[in-house]
């Protein structure tokens, strides 16, 4: 008869089927391991897209909501002293792009049915070689509006800005503000947060850009949520300088 081996003479059990079996030296701590992270960054992945729906769901959500009842057809939205035309490209000879022809085509005609009594063209002039207000004011003046009536805001490097600087830096309290119709919530949210009171008018004619127009779409959602951030954090404009009575000037001409 074979001697009954000890405890310490017993072989080990096999590995659970789908457990990788332990060597003298190894374990499946390093399995587990990996295991656990994957499990913690897939949380970790989902989480963050939920924030970031979250994010987009009520930035949109406030923008609407700020925006609702105060945006208008060109026929009958309510007179204001000042229209806010908001820039957007300028090509290399000067000309405005079609998108900022046509919202400067929305001003002149408020201004020649006496709806506003001045334009304040609001874009970016960062660099010596890229201006956007001297550009906007030169079509508006080829067009009839007097030199005296349009005053150029030449630090309106974003929506923001240009809301924020139309009141802290030129005065302004009521306008109408001008852009295209998938931007024009955003516009009038964002001049009415900072104290305006703010109708805006939409253009709907650069449609015919076609994908130029569908990419603008889909950019001013993400557009959304920086409004909100900039909202939230009250950051102010990236250059806001003195107070200028220009438009005050034009009003009283």
Known sequence: ????????????????????????????????????????????????LLAGLLALAGSIGWVRWQADGHVYAIENVPEAPVALVLGAQVHDNGSPSGFLEARLDIARRLYETGKVRAVLVSGDHGQWSYDEPDAMRRWLIDRGVPDRK????????????????????????????????????????????????????????????????????????????????????????????RHETSVEDALRD
């Not at 059990?13 to 390093?30: C, I, K, L, T």
């Not at 947060?193 to 850009?209: E, L, N, S």
């Open 1 to 48: 008869m074979m001697p009954r081996m000890t405890s310490d003479q017993e072989q080990p059990e096999s590995a659970p089927v789908g457990e990788p079996a332990s060597g003298p030296f190894g374990s499946p701590a390093p399995v587990r391991r990996r295991r656990r992270w994957w499990r913690v960054t897939r949380r970790v992945v989902l989480l963050s």
């Open 150 to 241: 349009v005053v150029a805001d030449h630090a309106g490097f974003d929506t923001y800005d240009s809301c924020q600087r139309a009141v802290r830096v030129f005065g302004v309290r009521q306008l109408i503000v001008i852009t295209q119709s998938y931007h024009i919530d955003r516009a009038v949210a964002l001049c009415r947060d900072a104290g305006i009171d703010a109708t805006g008018v939409g253009d709907d004619t650069a449609r015919r850009f076609g994908s130029f127009w569908t990419k603008a779409v889909v950019r001013e959602q993400g557009a959304c949520v920086k409004a909100m951030l900039d909202v939230v954090t009250g950051r102010d404009p990236v250059f806001l300088g």
